[in-house]
């Protein structure tokens, strides 16, 4: 499950891939680095918007039962 963060970061790297919004612009809504945003950039090109949701919070919900 997506949380509002992960929502609002997919509606922005939609925007950027169909390039209706540059990766600086991006990186400054989300109050992230350039660098932070074209890793997530990336992650969303690879995995989709699977990409964009927390690792630390994926393995913390795998632990509860």
Known sequence: ??????????SIMEKVESKTLKQREASEILGLSLRHTQRLIRAYRDEGPEGLTSRREAESQEDVP
């Open 1 to 10: 499950m997506m949380t509002i963060k992960e929502v609002e970061r997919t």
